[in-house]
């Protein structure tokens, strides 16, 4: 099967995964905080057998490591991924035996043995075999151990998925990819400097989410999808953000809380929107139909990119109209502020005007949460 996630960082020579890491402890703090909203607390890393599956440079690997691991097998399929991350090992003195790295496609990879703790971030959602990967990272886990993943919502790439389009529609004209690059990162270094927190690199996060094709490829991989995916012989330690509750009394060890979960999934999925909004929690009903505008405006986005076709920009246009007073009603201020200011970015775009980020303040600092990690445990 084809990955267009691979095929784009070969043809390109990249591992667009780069993290700062000048103060190693802020990074692992970064880490443990994932970690801890994942319901896994830094001391079951010690003595781990860990598997990680798509570690691209080593950034986040440095972690494990640093948490006593046992033994960390790391499973890249890009070349340059695996090249970055031997640089990276060295220059940060990880002792060789420590860590074996499988420069293969997971789908390739054979072992007997099982591990601890499988870590897979970052690309189950954007390949096409996601149920094929997941069945056989289940295959790899020890009894009682931990397995981590990522997905991605349409609702929270929503804002970055409208810089994507302002970003390929100023540089349709720019034929050369470096120049695009260096383009957008003078666009967007400045807004992501309004997010607390972030560490991949300006250049980095241009060429993996402004560019990268390969964001449109996989099936939508939700919280929801990844719970459905993970059946009676797992069970949820957390997810960040960590947005589940669960009230059942412990000793009613039959209560289905993960069919509680979903329902709160739909309820609360909103709160995406914005990286630093507030629990949003919605009626059903109203929040379907709010989800189903922002599904739409996404994949109109993605079909505005194979086209360019201005109707497109319309109909986004039209859908923001018809959304408003449901958003008004429901939304708090800080989005619909941002809200506001895309509609009139886009009827300017539309109507073949210029625009200038810096005139729109909300949306210039808006970012989504836009990857949720979750955590399972077999039972
Ligand atoms: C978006 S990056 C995520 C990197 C890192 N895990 C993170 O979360 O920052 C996805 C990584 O998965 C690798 N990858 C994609 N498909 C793969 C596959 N089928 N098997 C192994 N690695 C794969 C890519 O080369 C890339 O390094």
């Known amino acids: ?23 190693l402890s802020v990074h692992f703090e970064k880490r443990k905080k994932l970690y801890r909203q994942c319901g896994i607390p830094e001391i079951a890393f010690r003595n781990a057998d860990i598997l990680e ?9 440095l972690a494990f490591f640093h948490w006593g691991c046992k033994h960390a097998d790391l499973v890249e399929a890009n070349p340059q991924g695996v090249r970055d991350m031997q640089d990276l090992f060295a220059k940060q003195h990880i002792p060789v035996d420590r860590y074996h790295i499988f420069e293969c496609l997971i789908e390739n990879y054979n072992t007997n043995q099982k591990y601890d703790i499988i870590v ?9 075999n996601q149920e094929e990967v997941i069945v056989k ?3 790899l886990l020890n009894e009682r151990g931990i397995i981590v993943i990522t997905c991605v919502d349409k609702i929270g790439v929503f804002v970055e998925r409208i810089k994507r389009l302002i970003g390929i529609l100023l540089t349709q004209d720019i034929m050369v990819y470096e120049d695009k690059v260096k383009y957008l990162t003078g666009i967007f270094e400045p807004q992501l400097k309004k997010l607390r927190g972030v560490s991949k690199l300006p250049e980095d996060w241009v060429k993996d989410n402004m560019l990268n094709p390969a964001v449109h490829v996989g ?5 929801s999808h990844a719970i459905q995916f ?14 589940f509750t ?29 990286a630093n909004m507030p629990e949003v929690i919605l009626p059903v009903d109203e929040a379907n139909i709010l989800i189903n505008y922002f599904k739409d405006m996404t994949d109109l986005e993605a079909e505005y990119e194979k086209t360019f076709e201005a109707d497109k920009l319309n109909e986004i246009i039209k859908l923001m109209r018809s ?16 809200f506001r200011e895309i509609k009139e970015i886009l009827l300017y775009l539309y109507k073949g005007d210029n625009i200038e980020m810096e005139n729109y303040p909300h949306f210039f600092a808006a970012f989504g949460r836009t990857q949720q990690y979750i955590s399972f445990v077999k039972k």
């Open 137 to 139: 990272l289940q295959s």
């Open 53 to 61: 599956v798509g570690p691209g440079g080593g950034y986040n690997t």
């Open 323 to 338: 959304a408003d007073e449901l958003i008004d009603r429901n939304l708090e201020e800080g989005f619909i502020k941002v």
């Open 120 to 128: 897979a971030e970052g690309f189950l959602p954007i390949i096409d």
């Open 246 to 274: 669960d009230y059942s009394w412990s000793k009613d060890i039959w209560y289905d809380y993960k069919k509680d979960y979903l329902g709160q999934f739909n309820k609360k999925r909103l709160s995406f929107l914005l």
């Open 219 to 223: 099936k939508e991989f939700t919280l």
């Open 1 to 23: 099967m084809e990955n267009q996630l691979l095929n784009y960082y070969k043809k390109y020579n990249i591992s667009p995964e780069r993290q700062n890491i000048e103060n």
């Open 230 to 243: 993970f059946e009676s012989d797992f069970d949820i330690l957390g997810s960040s953000p960590h947005m």
